[in-house]
């Protein structure tokens, strides 16, 4: 490989989240991140809104969730910190009523509990506003143009199946050590095409007697349909400079400040350097993955410069797409918390997407506390009289989805529940002797039994077909070899 990390050059003045610099200013895709940084990612959403769509959204204002007291304190902190950081601004009512931006549109915020911190902000760009009943406001994402590049996101389904692929065609007796870096505040590291920010705008929860105000979101929303596209146009770029860094020699590579938080454990590194002279003679192989703002790396190394080389490839590349400290001397657009929680660190066993991966038995899992719920909500479904909303159905669907990936049995279930989910009836029931009800308890038992122990991902690999021929068709139908 001949590229190497070089001084970092931006704009007189540039107080961007996110601009290609260093190998990414050649990078293929480099034009369109510098005109997303200077400009704003493009936004069409339709026609504009009229005066009388416009009030039966501040009517409705915010989701009652974002209305309770804790919800409020914890929004009004985050708005703060967004100001702060050039995220949003917050405009008085009374300013604007008069003489009202083109291009505004309110949608509902809500505040749900979250694992990492009191409550996480959602902003429903789904939601049909409505007045008495009746529709007067279509969403934003239903009249939203495709206007980001499709390619970037294309990858995203395949990132697990490339994983778990490459584990199964590793050596039995070679040991794969696993990190990752995730981008913190991702997609608000972008922002939206200057002066076509209020499409985002929401209502911020008050008390009544406070006056009403504005929130404006200047940067990309988790909500909105082109968000993705646009993000990964950025974060597969960065994957693709790490890669050019990766093919470097080792040692090649500057020193980064964020590398020792990717250090293995003292035996895991003890491990590598009694394994190291077993296997001298094997070169270093790798995979660089990223899922939107998840970067993931699996390398079988021979020895612990090997790893910190890859670490260095995927944070030099990270930091040419994403500045550090330009915002602000403080700005890190790596997680930091997540480094101290040893997230970054090398080692064979790591939860990556929601699955426990082994590089020794190179095996996958899902964790016990999400096998346990999963169980817990069917065993729900199955009991209820009432019936399943279809939303909860529908989550129920796209869990199951993912624990498919490690047990192919479980895809045979799931026809009769797809056909369920294709009559999007408000609600679902699992009535006794139905295939529905049948294919929820056959799920229940092998999340029970198959997950108790790890699949390997020798199991999981399509294997070659044993023969390959001609097949004629008859009369009859469709003939055999």
């Excluded at 200057?194 to 985002?200: L, M």
């Excluded at 790893?307 to 500045?323: E, M, N, Q």
């Excluded at 796209?398 to 479980?410: E, F, M, N, V, W």
Aim: include cysteine; aromatic fraction near 8%.
């Amino acid at each position: 490989g001949t590229a190497r990390p070089t001084e970092r050059v931006y704009p007189e003045g540039c107080k961007r989240q996110m601009y290609p610099t260093g190998a990414a200013a050649t990078h293929p895709a480099a034009e369109d991140l510098r005109q997303w940084a200077e400009h704003g990612c493009p936004v069409d959403t339709g026609r504009q809104w009229t005066l009388e769509q416009i009030k039966a959204a501040l009517e409705r204002g915010p989701h009652m969730s974002a209305l309770a007291p804790e919800a409020m304190q914890a929004f009004r902190k985050e708005v703060v910190q967004k100001i702060a950081q050039g995220h949003a601004k917050v405009i008085p009512w009374d300013e604007i009523k008069d003489n009202l931006p083109k291009e505004l549109k309110l949608s509902p915020i809500s505040q749900i509990p979250h694992k990492s911190r009191d409550y996480r902000t959602i902003l429903d760009l789904s939601y049909v506003q409505k007045k008495d009943g009746k529709p007067v406001a279509p969403a934003v994402n239903a009249t939203t143009r495709p206007t980001a590049p499709e390619a970037a996101i294309s990858q995203m389904g395949s990132v697990l199946p490339r994983m778990i692929i490459a584990m199964a065609q590793c050596p039995d007796d070679a040991t794969i050590y696993f990190s990752k870096f995730d981008i913190q505040d991702g997609f608000w590291r972008m922002i939206n095409q200057i002066g076509k920010e209020y499409n985002f705008a929401f209502v911020m929860p008050t008390k009544p007697e406070e006056p009403m105000q504005i929130v404006v979101p200047t940067s990309l929303q988790m909500g909105w349909v082109n968000s993705p596209n646009y993000f990964c146009g950025a974060s597969e770029t960065v994957r693709d400079v790490a890669e050019d860094y990766a093919e470097a020699p080792i040692g090649d590579l500057p020193k980064h400040h964020l590398e020792e938080g990717t250090t293995p454990s003292r035996d895991e590194r003890k491990k590598l350097v009694e394994a190291n002279e077993l296997e001298a003679h094997r070169a270093l192989k790798y995979l660089l993955e990223v899922y939107v703002d998840d970067f993931i790396a699996a390398a079988q190394a021979r020895s612990p410069e090997e790893l910190t080389h890859i670490a260095r490839a995927l944070l030099h590349a990270i930091h040419d797409v994403f500045p550090e400290g330009l915002m602000s001397p403080d700005d890190q657009p790596v997680s930091i918390k997540k480094v101290l929680k040893g997230e970054a660190k090398w080692s064979v066993i790591k939860e990556i997407l929601g699955w426990i991966f082994n590089g020794e038995t190179k095996s996958i899992q899902l964790p016990e506390e999400k096998v346990k719920q999963l169980v817990a909500t069917i065993e729900k479904m199955l009991r209820s009289r009432e019936g399943t909303s279809f939303h909860e159905f529908q989550t129920l669907m796209g869990k199951l989805y993912h624990a498919s990936i490690g047990t192919p049995a479980g895809k045979g279930f799931m026809t009769p529940l797809n056909h369920q989910l294709a009559k999007t009836p408000k609600k679902v029931w699992f009535r006794r002797g139905s295939t529905q009800r049948k294919a929820l308890e056959l799920w229940k038992y092998l999340l029970s039994d198959a997950m108790a122990e790890p699949t390997k991902a020798i199991e999981l690999m399509p294997a070659s077909p044993d023969y390959v021929g001609l097949v004629d068709a008859s009369g009859e139908g469709v003939g055999g070899v």
